[in-house]
């Protein structure tokens, strides 16, 4: 999301401290590892890069707050996998040993889906939307975030709802984004993947699509690039982050958190719309 | 489109020879002449070679400069984003346990010349 998606990170910040959530930048951190990178090379490495965070956690004594599905699914998962299996364990802390660290396992892993329903909760959520949102978006949940069923589907609904949204259901909610596809098929990931959601989007006529995943996002905009730069097909519905609108209908402005500078797509159409509370 | 169509992704090309790139012996290259030398599947594909780099350089798959810094200055946050760009330490372990953990030699990544053996 750093890297990627500024405005959403300044979203996520402005959300959380209305809702009087603790939250604050991990110290001391690096990549997650990237597991669509790492963990094919070899499950091991990608093991022991990502319990540097795991460790680092443990060392501040904080719990690790994820919004990117990716981040939240190689923490999680690498956590649930040193739990399972203590030769893992081992072997990681004999890895990790070199730079001073170790995991115990005493430290928390969670998505920001579920701060957002379990901690703060839906009710108090809907107590401080002051603008519902007139728009209809269409949902980008992400592979990762069905982990557990249908859980962090039904949060993200519920507070996609909360704001006054109203969510078109398409037959393609669930198709993957295709990222994780990119490096071995990337015409797959393209073309049949991410460009259907698209193509549906603009059929729809929807103001936004409504994303979680900063993975999901960097393949958004690399297919809205892709599509405009070689094949001459011009997309126009914005790719926004779920936090930007939860933002707008706490009552924040556009320029609070830059969602003017939002990129590939600038969501000119849509904050015109917000404005004239159409 | 269907997977599988023949049309290149120019972005994806970019990428593949960005790897080739870092790459200090190009199989491909090598076997014109060589051409009885057998070729071997390298520890990384060349797809993902350029990612891995700035993994070990940086400490972030992602690529963050100068328009990146300004976007996120426009939006009220520091330009360096709070990743290993800005956490040394933590690069510097990371690096640590790629190095000890024999991670770097098994990709056969040499730190000192930027480049994968092959």
């Known amino acids: 999301m750093p890297a990627k998606m500024p405005w959403a990170e300044k979203a996520t910040f402005l959300v959380s401290r209305h809702l009087g959530i603790d939250f604050d930048y991990m110290k001391e951190t690096v990549c997650c590892v990237r597991p669509g990178v790492w963990k094919p090379l070899n499950p091991d490495w990608w093991l022991t ?4 965070n795991l460790a680092t956690a443990e060392k501040q004594n904080i719990t690790i707050v994820d919004s990117c599905n990716g981040c939240y699914i190689s923490h999680w998962e690498c956590l ?3 739990k399972e299996d203590p030769e893992k364990l081992e072997m990681v802390n ?25 901690d703060v909760g839906i009710e108090k959520i809907k107590e401080n939307v002051v603008n519902p949102l007139n728009i209809r978006i269409m949902r980008h949940i992400g592979c990762h975030a069905r982990k557990h069923d249908e859980r962090f589907p039904r949060y993200f609904d519920e507070i996609m709802r909360a704001t006054g949204a109203e969510i078109v259901d ?9 990222l994780l596809l990119y490096f071995g098929d990337p015409n797959a990931s393209v073309f049949n993947r991410i460009g259907v959601k698209m193509q549906t989007a603009k059929e729809l006529d929807i103001d936004a699509y409504a994303l979680i995943c900063s993975g999901c996002y960097d393949q958004f905009e690399r297919a809205v690039k892709i599509y405009k730069d070689e094949k001459g097909i011009v997309f126009e519905t914005p790719i926004v982050h ?4 939860l933002a707008l209908s706490f009552g924040y402005k556009p320029e609070d958190f830059g969602m003017m500078y939002c990129r590939p797509i600038p969501p000119t159409k849509l904050m015109q719309k917000l404005k004239e509370g159409k | 489109m269907v997977s599988g169509d023949s049309e290149k992704i120019k972005s994806w090309e970019r990428l593949f020879e960005a790897g080739l790139k870092v790459t200090a012996h190009n199989q491909a290259e090598d076997a014109k002449y060589y051409p009885l030398r057998k070729q071997f599947r390298p520890p990384a594909p060349n797809i993902a070679k350029a990612s891995l780099k700035r993994d070990f350089e940086v400490g972030l798959v992602y690529y963050v400069g100068d328009d990146v810094e300004q976007d996120r200055a426009l939006c009220g946050l520091d330009k360096k984003p709070p990743t290993a760009h800005v956490f040394k330490e933590a690069l510097e372990r990371k690096r640590k346990i790629l190095e000890e953990s024999g991670i770097m030699k098994e990709l056969g990544f040499d730190k000192k010349k930027g480049l994968f053996k092959y």
């Open chain 1, 94 to 118: 004999r890895n990790l040993e070199k730079a001073g660290l170790k995991v115990t396992l005493n430290v928390e892993v969670k998505h920001f889906l579920q701060v957002l329903y379990e």
């Open chain 1, 242 to 245: 779920f936090s930007e609108l």
């Open chain 1, 80 to 82: 649930q996998e040193l």
């Open chain 1, 170 to 178: 398409t037959p393609y909610d669930k198709t993957c984004c295709g």
């Open chain 1, 49 to 52: 890069l990502t319990s540097q």
